[in-house]
Nanobody, 118 residues
């Protein structure tokens, strides 16, 4: 059974930090975090390949860090210095290649809410 389960969401103030985790029931070449803010489309946030190459959307570069623990099939998103604009539901997703296109991802979690207050 394919499972993708996110955790670690919650409320945080600007200047704080939060770490999201994503556990999968399978190994995947490429893992990514997306987010969807109220009234907005879902957007790519960060991705990491099996060789641990990473990519980020411009708005989170230098503040967020994606990493993975391959033996544990776990991906993390370290959110440092979050801002209110980072408030969104964060989703973890798996793909067979490095990509930012939602259609390329074959497995998704249900999401975890992150709320950033000033």
């Amino acid at each position: 059974q394919v499972q993708v389960v996110e955790s670690g969401g919650g409320s945080v103030q600007t200047g704080g930090s939060l770490r999201l985790s994503c556990v999968t029931s399978f190994s995947s070449y490429f893992m990514a975090w997306f987010r969807q803010a109220p009234g907005k489309e879902r957007e790519f946030v960060a991705g990491i390949s099996w060789n641990e190459a990473t990519s980020y959307t411009d708005s989170v570069k230098g503040r967020f860090t994606i990493s993975r623990n391959k033996p544990k099939n776990t991906v993390y998103l370290q959110m440092d210095s979050p801002i209110p604009e980072d408030t969104a539901v964060y989703y973890c997703a798996a793909a067979g290649k490095p990509t930012r296109e939602e259609a390329d991802f074959h497995a998704w979690g249900l999401g975890t809410q992150v709320t950033v207050s000033s």
